[in-house]
Protein backbone atom coordinates (compact mmCIF):
# COMPACT_ATOMS: atom_id res chain seq x y z
CA UNK A 1 0.00 0.00 0.00
CA UNK A 2 1.31 3.63 -0.59
CA UNK A 3 1.66 5.87 1.84
CA UNK A 4 -0.82 8.24 0.51
CA UNK A 5 -3.18 5.42 0.31
CA UNK A 6 -2.24 4.51 4.15
CA UNK A 7 -2.19 8.50 5.11
CA UNK A 8 -6.23 8.21 4.20
CA UNK A 9 -7.19 4.81 5.77
CA UNK A 10 -5.65 6.18 9.17
CA UNK A 11 -6.89 9.51 9.27
CA UNK A 12 -9.40 8.19 12.41
CA UNK A 13 -6.18 7.88 14.34
CA UNK A 14 -5.77 11.68 14.73
CA UNK A 15 -9.20 12.28 16.30
CA UNK A 16 -8.93 8.88 18.37
CA UNK A 17 -5.42 10.25 19.70
CA UNK A 18 -6.81 13.46 21.03
CA UNK A 19 -9.70 12.34 22.46
CA UNK A 20 -7.83 9.74 24.19
CA UNK A 21 -5.26 12.36 25.19
CA UNK A 22 -7.71 15.01 26.36
CA UNK A 23 -10.57 13.43 27.06
CA UNK A 24 -12.61 14.84 24.12
CA UNK A 25 -12.59 16.53 21.21
CA UNK A 26 -14.71 20.03 23.10
CA UNK A 27 -11.45 19.66 26.19
CA UNK A 28 -8.77 19.98 23.47
CA UNK A 29 -10.23 22.45 21.96
CA UNK A 30 -10.30 24.20 25.22
CA UNK A 31 -6.85 23.34 25.83
CA UNK A 32 -5.89 24.50 22.83
CA UNK A 33 -7.57 27.99 23.46
CA UNK A 34 -5.66 28.17 26.74
CA UNK A 35 -2.18 27.39 24.70
CA UNK A 36 -2.27 30.17 22.03
CA UNK A 37 -3.80 27.11 19.75
CA UNK A 38 -6.84 26.11 18.02
CA UNK A 39 -7.89 22.67 18.17
CA UNK A 40 -6.92 22.58 14.20
CA UNK A 41 -3.72 22.87 15.02
CA UNK A 42 -3.44 19.75 17.07
CA UNK A 43 -5.01 18.08 14.21
CA UNK A 44 -2.73 19.56 12.03
CA UNK A 45 0.06 18.42 14.61
CA UNK A 46 -1.80 14.61 14.09
CA UNK A 47 -1.74 14.57 10.52
CA UNK A 48 1.86 15.60 10.24
CA UNK A 49 2.70 12.46 12.35
CA UNK A 50 0.98 10.31 10.98
CA UNK A 51 1.60 11.20 7.21
CA UNK A 52 5.72 10.82 8.27
CA UNK A 53 4.63 7.62 10.02
CA UNK A 54 3.11 6.09 6.49
CA UNK A 55 5.88 7.68 4.82
CA UNK A 56 8.61 5.36 6.99
CA UNK A 57 5.61 2.20 7.21
CA UNK A 58 7.35 -1.08 7.50
CA UNK A 59 4.82 -4.14 6.05
CA UNK A 60 6.36 -6.71 8.74
CA UNK A 61 5.30 -4.34 11.44
CA UNK A 62 1.69 -3.64 10.21
CA UNK A 63 0.18 -5.23 13.05
CA UNK A 64 1.31 -2.27 15.85
CA UNK A 65 1.46 0.45 13.51
CA UNK A 66 -2.21 2.14 14.68
CA UNK A 67 -0.49 2.17 18.49
CA UNK A 68 3.06 3.08 17.42
CA UNK A 69 1.34 6.50 15.74
CA UNK A 70 -0.77 6.71 18.28
CA UNK A 71 1.82 7.06 21.20
CA UNK A 72 3.76 9.29 19.04
CA UNK A 73 1.22 11.64 17.98
CA UNK A 74 -0.13 11.88 21.53
CA UNK A 75 3.45 13.12 22.59
CA UNK A 76 3.92 15.33 19.57
CA UNK A 77 0.43 17.12 20.74
CA UNK A 78 1.90 17.57 24.17
CA UNK A 79 5.01 19.40 22.54
CA UNK A 80 3.13 21.50 20.31
CA UNK A 81 1.53 22.77 23.28
CA UNK A 82 4.38 22.86 25.64
CA UNK A 83 6.39 25.08 22.82
CA UNK A 84 3.21 27.40 21.85
CA UNK A 85 1.22 27.34 25.66
CA UNK A 86 2.92 30.87 26.59
CA UNK A 87 2.79 34.28 24.45
CA UNK A 88 6.88 33.41 23.79
CA UNK A 89 9.05 30.65 22.68
CA UNK A 90 9.80 28.29 25.24
CA UNK A 91 13.11 25.95 25.01
CA UNK A 92 12.30 22.39 24.95
CA UNK A 93 15.25 22.07 27.36
CA UNK A 94 12.78 23.71 30.37
CA UNK A 95 10.66 21.29 31.89
CA UNK A 96 7.07 21.21 31.61
CA UNK A 97 6.76 21.95 35.15
CA UNK A 98 8.63 24.86 34.76
CA UNK A 99 7.04 25.83 31.42
CA UNK A 100 3.77 25.45 33.72
CA UNK A 101 4.99 27.51 36.57
CA UNK A 102 4.95 30.42 33.45
CA UNK A 103 2.17 29.49 32.08
CA UNK A 104 -0.13 29.76 34.93
CA UNK A 105 0.52 32.56 36.02
CA UNK A 106 -0.23 34.63 32.96
CA UNK A 107 -4.06 32.78 32.13
CA UNK A 108 -5.33 32.83 35.85
CA UNK A 109 -6.37 36.00 35.84
CA UNK A 110 -8.72 35.33 32.95
CA UNK A 111 -10.18 32.48 34.81
CA UNK A 112 -13.36 33.55 37.11
CA UNK A 113 -14.17 29.78 38.22
CA UNK A 114 -13.28 29.17 42.12
CA UNK A 115 -11.95 25.58 42.43
CA UNK A 116 -9.61 24.47 45.31
CA UNK A 117 -7.03 21.58 43.50
CA UNK A 118 -5.72 19.59 46.44
CA UNK A 119 -2.89 17.34 44.88
CA UNK A 120 -1.52 14.76 47.13
CA UNK A 121 2.30 14.82 45.84
CA UNK A 122 4.76 12.08 45.98
CA UNK A 123 7.94 12.56 48.78
CA UNK A 124 10.49 12.30 48.10
CA UNK A 125 10.80 11.58 44.82
CA UNK A 126 9.30 14.18 42.55
CA UNK A 127 6.81 11.96 40.52
CA UNK A 128 5.17 15.09 39.21
CA UNK A 129 7.92 15.86 36.62
CA UNK A 130 8.26 12.15 36.40
CA UNK A 131 4.81 11.26 35.43
CA UNK A 132 4.76 14.53 32.78
CA UNK A 133 7.97 14.05 31.10
CA UNK A 134 6.94 13.05 27.65
CA UNK A 135 10.55 11.19 27.58
CA UNK A 136 9.36 8.76 30.00
CA UNK A 137 5.70 8.93 30.78
CA UNK A 138 4.80 5.77 29.02
CA UNK A 139 7.49 3.84 31.36
CA UNK A 140 6.33 5.32 34.39
CA UNK A 141 2.79 4.55 34.05
CA UNK A 142 3.46 0.93 32.62
CA UNK A 143 2.42 -0.56 35.77
CA UNK A 144 -0.92 1.30 35.82
CA UNK A 145 -4.44 0.63 34.42
CA UNK A 146 -5.95 2.33 31.78
CA UNK A 147 -7.98 4.21 33.88
CA UNK A 148 -5.57 5.14 36.31
CA UNK A 149 -3.68 6.77 33.29
CA UNK A 150 -6.39 8.17 32.27
CA UNK A 151 -6.77 10.21 35.56
CA UNK A 152 -3.30 11.08 35.69
CA UNK A 153 -3.69 12.36 32.22
CA UNK A 154 -6.65 14.22 33.41
CA UNK A 155 -4.58 15.69 36.40
CA UNK A 156 -1.94 16.40 33.79
CA UNK A 157 -3.94 18.74 31.98
CA UNK A 158 -5.41 20.37 34.73
CA UNK A 159 -8.47 18.69 35.73
CA UNK A 160 -10.08 19.17 39.08
CA UNK A 161 -10.97 16.19 40.93
CA UNK A 162 -14.83 17.56 40.67
CA UNK A 163 -14.29 17.22 36.93
CA UNK A 164 -12.84 13.97 36.61
CA UNK A 165 -15.47 12.63 39.20
CA UNK A 166 -17.97 14.24 36.63
CA UNK A 167 -16.17 13.02 33.42
CA UNK A 168 -15.65 9.16 34.75
CA UNK A 169 -19.24 8.79 36.52
CA UNK A 170 -17.67 8.63 39.66
CA UNK A 171 -17.97 10.39 43.04
CA UNK A 172 -14.07 12.64 43.93
CA UNK A 173 -13.38 10.45 46.76
CA UNK A 174 -13.01 7.36 44.49
CA UNK A 175 -11.13 9.83 42.37
CA UNK A 176 -9.08 10.83 44.91
CA UNK A 177 -8.29 6.89 45.94
CA UNK A 178 -7.88 5.83 41.71
CA UNK A 179 -5.03 8.73 42.16
CA UNK A 180 -3.28 7.91 45.19
CA UNK A 181 -3.22 4.15 44.06
CA UNK A 182 -1.57 4.94 40.64
CA UNK A 183 1.11 7.15 42.69
CA UNK A 184 1.42 4.18 44.73
CA UNK A 185 2.01 1.90 41.59
CA UNK A 186 4.61 4.95 39.87
CA UNK A 187 6.25 4.72 43.56
CA UNK A 188 6.14 2.81 46.14
CA UNK A 189 8.00 5.01 48.70
CA UNK A 190 4.62 7.74 47.71
CA UNK A 191 3.51 9.71 50.92
CA UNK A 192 0.29 11.51 51.06
CA UNK A 193 0.69 14.87 51.10
CA UNK A 194 -1.62 17.86 51.12
CA UNK A 195 0.44 20.79 48.74
CA UNK A 196 -0.57 23.15 45.86
CA UNK A 197 1.34 22.29 42.99
CA UNK A 198 2.08 23.59 39.71
CA UNK A 199 1.43 20.33 38.61
CA UNK A 200 -2.71 21.00 38.03
CA UNK A 201 -2.13 24.96 38.08
CA UNK A 202 -3.26 27.03 40.82
CA UNK A 203 -7.18 27.92 39.85
CA UNK A 204 -8.67 30.05 42.45
CA UNK A 205 -11.34 32.88 42.42
CA UNK A 206 -9.59 35.36 40.57
CA UNK A 207 -12.90 37.33 39.76
CA UNK A 208 -12.38 37.98 43.71
CA UNK A 209 -8.87 38.65 43.37
CA UNK A 210 -9.29 41.07 40.61
CA UNK A 211 -12.09 43.30 42.55
CA UNK A 212 -9.93 43.70 45.11
CA UNK A 213 -7.58 44.83 43.30
CA UNK A 214 -10.27 47.14 41.22
CA UNK A 215 -10.79 48.81 44.91
Avoid at 61 to 69: G, I, K, L, Q
Amino acid sequence: MKAEELFEEKQHLVITAIKQRFGSMARAGQIAEMNNMELDDLIQVGRMHLWVCCVKHDVERAETFNAYVMKGMKWAMSDELHMKGTAFKVSRKVSHEERNQIHFHSIDWHREEESVNEFYAVSPSNVEEEVMSSITFEEVTSVLEEREKSIILHIGEGYTTREIAREFEMGKSTVNKKKNEAFLKINPDYKPMKQRSFFLGKRSLKEKHQSQLVM
